[in-house]
């Protein structure tokens, strides 16, 4: 279709001016015109466009739409790379304005709080080959702003002292290497860079108490050192003489044979509810089993001196009817106590039967040669001339 429009443009031979009506005309008839053209194409499917599914996360990925910076970790998209790519060409920037540029990044990351980003963009800028002094020194000291954010006063307290081989008087990173020196007890360390700062800035007060406290607390540091230093070497001595005492009696150790050069065979089977065999004075201590196969219980005596006969414990337990006792016929004169050892002469079991009234552990261990499995004596306590007592005797080869 086509309009005669030199009389609406004023081009023709006719010079009278266009009305609103005609100008309205000629609108919708364009309108109309365009809307026909557009209805007429050729409908085809778009496809390499986002899909419907998953265009938010593409979406998240465009330089110009994400709502976030990456993490360290992610996988720029390509779009992003090839930003990164552009921003960083060595063939358009020299390593000075490559390191100023990875600064900016850094600082940017840092103001929002993304401190490992900012981290690895101040590492990239220090990489490079260039001459600022001042400005490494900034980056540096910006690196370990970050990381004392991130509470690694180690690395924070290491990137400050580079920051200050490059510049001596830089206050703020010298303030924040004595507090890293405080967090890592450096206590050495701190009072020489508080010194450095009160040259600087003679009269600070806070860093004046600082340094007290720093002296302070090396002293109490060194005290407590010593102190564990000697508890340390007590412990050795102990070892030492526990072991000499072991070896001395010649023990009866079950899956053990020979000299005794460690400690952990005398291991309980369950660590830290019971403690092993140690020293009072120069006799052994140990945690002993009574068990009552009639009523398949036991008691644990956690400090059984070697010197105790054990008549002594019998009376403590049962000074109680214990609730198993539905007789009440156990006490310390009606029981007969026993223990079960190898046999050394014939295959089998051999039974020791023990006097508890005259017998001390240490007898019991050394003479009559008790068996210790995982650092426990156990004993078998019977009711006298009872059935179930004749009975296990009579099973016994």
Not at 248 to 261: A, T, W, Y
Not at 373 to 379: H, I, K, W
Request: hydrophobic share 35%.
């Amino acid at each position: 279709m086509t309009y005669r429009t030199d009389r609406y443009l004023g081009t023709g031979d006719s010079k009278q001016p266009m009305t609103d009506e005609e100008r309205a005309e000629l609108a919708s008839r364009l309108d109309e015109d365009l809307d026909n053209f557009i209805d007429n194409l050729q409908k085809t499917p778009y496809k390499d466009g986002w899909k419907e599914e998953t265009w938010r996360e593409e979406m998240e990925k465009h330089p110009f739409f994400m709502t976030k910076p990456p993490e360290p970790e992610d996988q720029p998209s390509p779009l992003v790379e090839g930003l990164q790519n552009l921003r960083y060409d060595p063939d358009d920037n020299t390593p000075e304005e490559l390191a100023t540029k990875h600064k900016d990044d850094g600082n940017f990351n840092f103001k929002c709080r993304k401190y490992k980003l900012a981290i690895l963009s101040y590492q990239e800028g220090l990489k490079l080959d260039f001459q600022n002094d001042e400005l490494r020194a900034q980056m540096f000291n910006n690196m370990s702003a970050s990381h004392y954010f991130l509470k690694n006063f180690r690395s924070s307290l290491t990137a400050a002292e580079q920051a200050l081989k490059l510049k001596a008087d830089y206050e703020k990173t010298i303030l924040r290497a004595i507090n890293c020196c405080v967090q890592l007890k450096e206590f050495d360390k701190c009072s020489n860079f508080c010194d450095k700062y009160l040259e600087l800035v003679p009269g600070d007060d806070n860093v004046i108490r600082i340094k007290k406290e720093a002296f302070k607390s090396k002293k109490i540091a060194e005290m407590e050192k010593r102190k564990a230093i000697k508890i340390e070497k007590q412990k050795e001595a102990d070892h030492t003489k526990l072991l000499l005492e072991l070896n001395k009696r010649k023990l009866n150790i079950v899956g053990k044979s020979g000299p005794i050069k460690e400690l952990t065979i005398f291991d309980p089977r369950v660590p830290g509810l019971v403690k092993p065999v140690h020293l009072i004075g120069d006799f052994l201590v140990w945690p002993v089993v009574f068990l009552y196969p009639e009523y398949k219980t036991s008691d644990m005596i956690q400090e059984f001196n070697e010197t105790t006969i054990l008549y002594t414990h019998l009376v403590e337990i049962f000074a109680e009817r214990p609730e198993w006792d539905v007789e009440g016929k156990y006490n310390a004169d009606s029981v007969n106590v026993y223990f079960e050892s190898v046999n050394e002469y014939k295959s089998g079991t051999k039974i020791t039967k023990i006097d508890p009234r005259t017998c001390t552990l240490f007898e019991a261990l050394t003479v009559l040669r008790c068996p210790i499995e995982n650092g426990t004596p156990v004993f078998l306590v019977f009711f006298a001339g009872g059935q179930f007592e004749k009975e296990f005797l009579e099973e016994v080869p």
